[in-house]
């Protein structure tokens, strides 16, 4: 697989507990033993959010496993594309979830009272190490946040190809997304756009870097004509 670009979007990981359950912090999930209802997108849907979800719950002794044991229940997660009035099963108690960007984040904030978990420091550095970058869900980005809160970052997408596809046809995606980025920026623009500003290929050449993730031949013949590498 090589990188063609990055396109940016301001996403988090995020564990949001009903006020109800008393949550503060995800330890007390683990020393109380608490048998929730919990909305998440579960690793065995190989979905990214789900892996690692499941890889932070990991680090503070839980599975998903031994949240059923306790009397609690795996629901579907959160309807991210719906136009529907309810989003999620109204019996969760937890929905640990990406997207935020998604009016479904803003429908659920705004039915229920929800606190934002914060992941601890050593679970951060740790799983940082790992190449899952730390952020932080800002104050005021939903009803009920009240201060920074620690979390994992999942901004930012990466449009692939397999490396046996025809440099000429990647030169030209390239080239094409680069002549047209005010258009690809406009069909996503609105209050919940999952693209947050414009496709920068100097970026993508920055962060593709950071991430040493290597470009597909014909993207970088096209970025080095261009001086974005």
Not at 76 to 85: I, W
Not at 175 to 195: L, N
Request: with cysteine; proline share 7%.
């Amino acid at each position: 697989m090589r990188a063609i670009v990055t396109f940016p979007h301001d996403d988090r990981l995020v564990f949001a507990a009903r006020e109800e359950t008393g949550l503060r912090s995800l330890h007390e999930v683990r020393e109380r033993k608490v048998p929730l209802k919990i909305a998440v997108p579960a690793s065995h849907m190989r979905h990214p959010t789900g892996l690692v979800a499941e890889q932070i719950l990991a680090e503070y002794g839980i599975t998903l496993q031994d949240v059923e044991a306790w009397g609690g229940k795996i629901l579907p997660r959160l309807a991210l594309q719906t136009r529907r009035e309810q989003v999620v099963d109204p019996s969760f108690d937890m929905v640990i979830d990406e997207a935020i960007m998604t009016p479904a984040w803003g429908k659920l904030t705004q039915q229920y009272a929800l606190r934002f978990l914060p992941v601890d420091e050593d679970v951060l550095t740790r799983l940082e190490a790992r190449g899952i970058p730390r952020a932080v869900l800002p104050k005021g980005r939903f009803r009920g946040v009240t201060e920074d809160v620690p979390t994992f970052n999942f901004s930012g997408w990466c449009l692939m190809a397999r490396g046996d596809l025809p440099a000429e046809f990647t030169y030209l995606l390239a080239k094409d997304i680069d002549e047209h980025r005010e258009e690809i920026h406009e069909i996503f623009a609105g209050p919940y756009a999952s693209m947050t500003s414009v496709p920068d290929l100097a970026q993508s050449a920055r962060e593709l870097d950071e991430l040493r993730f290597p470009l597909h031949p014909g993207a970088e013949q096209y970025y080095r004509e261009r001086g974005y590498l």
